[in-house]
């Protein structure tokens, strides 16, 4: 990929603005390149090795972002939407203004949700060739008993042409306490799926019985949530991170 980009579209790819609101800042004289004011918007620079600066501020290029989100609650898995927040919302300092959650969470729904503009990472992350795991913790009005797990486990049918493939299903009780999740007063799984239908989850525990009453998804492609996010915080995934997604082909 050449390293080499005109200054209008550097500015608009670090959300300067669009590109017409880019090229008026630099017909102001609002922005240098390597500390000379340009102001001609189609000139070319290196966006690794040049200096950019908007109205004095320095601004380096950056190809991609990858965040991960705790969703909350209320808030709705889209780019834009014209009555509720969305989850780029939640994102106060992005560089980039083409980033997108790759796929969704139901608006009730909290969790893991991977934010990035890297749409070939997107696609294998989403693509149903791919299989990738997603594990979700579950809360239901009552307790899923054996003969319910194995229902959820072979695939049940849900309303669509096929079965839901098979799944893993772990009810946690106090024979297999685990302290990260585990409330006395609560009926709780933890069940992973390896493709997404609409309202999968909520539609696969209505069909054995149970009703969810809580959803959050814990981890996507071997990828955890961090569990120091508070709901609605975010960070940057590590180098280790996105090499850890990369890998899934």
Known sequence: ?????????????????????????????????????VKDASVKLNKNT????????????????????????????????????????????????DLFPVGRLDKDTEGLLIITNDGELSHMLLSPKKHVNKTYYVETDIYIDESMSRLLENGVDIGDAKPTMRAGVKVINQKNNDKAFYDSEKNVS??????????????????????????????MGGLKLDERLKSGEYRPLTDEEIQLLKKIR
Do not use: W
């Open 190 to 219: 933890l069940i992973t799926l390896t493709e997404g239908r609409f309202h999968q989850v909520k539609r696969m525990y209505q069909a054995v019985g149970a009703k969810v009453i809580y959803l959050k998804r814990i981890s």
């Open 50 to 97: 040049d200096i950019v600066e908007i109205e004095g501020v320095k601004t380096k290029y950056c190809e991609y972002e990858y965040y991960m989100l705790n969703k909350p609650a209320g808030v709705v898995s889209a780019t834009e939407d014209k009555n509720d927040r969305t989850v780029l919302d939640l994102l106060t300092t992005k560089a980039r203004k």
């Open 1 to 37: 990929m050449s390293e080499m980009i005109r200054l209008d579209k550097f500015l608009a790819d670090m959300s300067a603005g669009t590109r017409s609101q880019a090229k008026e800042l630099i017909s102001k004289g609002k922005v240098r390149l390597n500390g000379n004011i």
